[in-house]
């Protein structure tokens, strides 16, 4: 059986994906993966892991129909030379377009992840119309019976059914990606300053300049931590911050960047406390790695963060877009080392009940056996 993969850009793939497209293989699967590329060492290692890539140059950030026209034909050009059983597409425009190409070619056993509703739909009045455009190409490309749409949270279930775009019938709820929990093993915490980080790509969206803002301001009153953003720039996504402005950050505000950090379970050893401010999500990786690694966590009651973080259990949620009630989240944990403690090991507890990768892998394969059934 040949199963193909359309994601936007193969680290992406590597980093969500991965692991359930080693079980694919390992149960017999041909294993294909198309999408576009930020380095050669991405494809490398792909085809090191037995699968065949295909790139095919993706423009993510905004609307461009010249640009998404040729996406669609090429897309459309790699299934016909591919001939997949199934079609795993996984992000927004590999959603729309990828589910689009495989109609037109006859293919109907069609799995989508929406991995948060990404862009569009964070912007509050000011993405508006890009929010009712993108809805209109989830809804003509999704509502067929043979569709099956993996979410990651609730709240997205809602909006999609909600408004018609998906019938309930479709929808598979696995929380998030998982967590490697060998990887990610829970350490104490280290002694010295304690260290704040915020583990994402450096977006607005993600909250990035309230973490600056309110790390300026716990320095001002007085508190001795440091605090670190760790993640790389992200040009393609308009929402991205530019590495001079990230520079000013630093200037103004005292935080360090980091930029891309390889070595995640190192960090989170280094850390106290991690924090993602977000303003929406699907079901951050971020944060299931933090509770694997037994760190206490600040984020933003939003969809997807709100899934990771019970509130008072193992850590705290804070309304999005806030610094004031940023600053107090992180000031309270920073003044309390044994709720730190607490909160990480509930944190822990919960990544091995709930968000253990294994079970994630078993759950979409079971999606699988289930179509190819």
Request: aromatic share 6%.
């Amino acid at each position: 059986m040949r199963l193909l993969f359309n994601v936007n850009v193969a680290w992406f793939f590597i980093s969500h994906r991965l692991e359930i497209a080693r079980a694919a293989r390992d149960r017999g699967f041909d294993v294909h993966v198309s999408g576009d590329l930020e380095s050669p060492e991405e494809a490398a290692l792909l085809e090191r892991e037995g699968f065949r890539f295909h790139r095919v140059h993706l423009t993510r950030g905004g609307l461009s129909p010249a640009h998404d026209l040729l996406y669609f034909r090429r897309l459309r050009k790699i299934m016909q030379s591919v001939g997949p059983d199934l079609v795993h597409n996984v992000t927004v425009k590999p959603v729309i377009y990828g589910t689009m190409a495989a109609r037109t070619l006859g293919i109907s056993r069609i799995v989508n992840a929406v991995s948060g509703l990404g862009y569009a739909f964070t912007g509050g009045e000011s993405r508006r119309l890009l929010a009712h455009l993108v809805k209109a190409a989830y809804r003509a490309a999704l509502n067929r019976p043979y569709v099956r749409v993996i979410f990651q949270n609730a709240d997205d279930v809602e909006t999609f059914t909600a408004a018609k775009i998906v019938d309930r019938r479709q929808v598979v709820l696995i929380r998030g990606s998982g967590v490697n929990l060998d990887a990610f093993a829970q350490e104490p915490e280290p002694s010295g300053m304690p260290v704040v980080v915020l583990p994402a790509r450096m977006l607005r969206d993600k909250g990035v300049v309230e973490f600056a803002s309110a790390a300026k301001r716990l320095r001002s009153a007085g508190s001795q931590a440091e605090f670190v953003l760790a993640g790389m720039t992200d040009p393609a996504n308009p929402a991205s911050l530019r590495e001079s402005e990230m520079a000013g950050l630093e200037r103004d505000t005292g935080v360090k960047w980091l930029g891309h950090v390889a070595n995640m379970p190192a960090l989170y050893r280094k850390s106290h406390i991690v924090c993602l401010p977000s303003y929406r999500e699907g079901m951050p990786k971020s944060l299931l790695e933090a509770c694997a690694a037994g760190r206490p966590i600040v984020t933003t009651d939003v969809p997807g963060c709100r899934e990771a973080v019970r509130h008072g259990e193992n850590g705290i949620l804070v309304a999005p877009r806030n610094v004031e009630a940023l600053s107090d989240g992180l000031a309270h944990l920073l003044a309390d080392s044994s709720l730190r403690k607490r909160m990480g090991a509930a944190g822990r507890k919960r990544a091995e009940e709930e968000f253990d990768v294994r079970a994630v892998v078993r759950e979409t394969l079971g999606v699988y056996q289930s179509m190819l059934a």
